[in-house]
């Protein structure tokens, strides 16, 4: 089955510095009907400002990962990792029993663009962590690996039976993905225009998928599409 989430009706957040738009519940857009699918709680699309962003502010018993679509994304936070995030690298911080940071846009000329992504870990109070990878392999790849349980193929570990997977089909071809019995996925349109069984979907679009089990992704234009493949 497949349930679209368009982008229209995700929430929103305008602080004039910051335009941010809610797959999920989260802050004060309160949707009982989206409260997350499986293990994924949020997915925030967010833009910020040059020179603009998130002060210090806590966090935890949570697995956050953050992709940048355009720009770069400062980092600093309480283990005292600093660092700066660009287009085809994948952060991963888990919260565990508490940790603090701050975001911000590392341009004082260009806006940022990026997802922010939190999953449910496995366990509570793990211990803060923090891991950043570069993929300059995702293009043409198909369906690349970022994230998953294990760390397998190069990607980033996260601390949930699931995989994060990121793919940039060109316009006219097809990117496949087979789930294994019982597996949940979530299909989530970073820009572009794609089509999924008989359904379009464009840039911010996203759909939940429940016993399927293969998924076929077919660019109408250069895109970009993150894939979860989860435990129900």
């Given amino acids: 089955m497949i349930t679209i989430r368009r982008a229209e009706d995700r929430g929103q957040a305008n602080l004039g510095w910051l335009d941010s738009r809610h797959t999920f519940s989260f802050g004060h857009y309160n949707d009982p009907d ?121 990607s980033v570990t996260i601390h949930q039976d699931a995989a994060l997977y990121v793919a940039k089909p060109s316009e006219g071809q097809s990117v496949t993905h087979r789930f294994q019995q019982s597996r949940i996925g979530w299909l989530q349109v970073a820009r572009g225009d794609v089509r999924i069984s008989d359904e379009r979907l464009q840039a911010g679009d996203g759909a939940s998928l429940a016993d399927i089990g293969e998924l076929t992704v077919t660019a109408l234009e250069d895109s970009e599409v993150l894939l979860f493949d989860m435990i129900a």
């Fill in 34 to 154: 989206h409260m997350g699918f499986g293990p994924l709680r949020v997915i925030n699309e967010d833009r910020v400002e040059p020179g603009r962003g998130f002060d210090t502010h806590g966090h935890s018993n949570m697995e956050i990962i953050s992709y940048v679509l355009d720009g770069e994304l400062a980092h600093k936070d309480s283990i005292g990792t600093g660092s700066v995030i660009r287009p085809g690298e994948v952060q991963r911080m888990t919260a565990g029993s508490g940790i603090r940071h701050s975001e911000y846009n590392h341009s004082d000329t260009d806006k940022v663009h990026f997802l922010q992504i939190w999953i449910l870990p496995e366990t509570d109070g793990l211990e803060p962590g923090y891991e950043q990878k570069a993929f300059e392999d995702i293009d043409g790849f198909g369906f690349r690996l970022v994230a998953s349980r294990n760390g397998r193929d190069g």
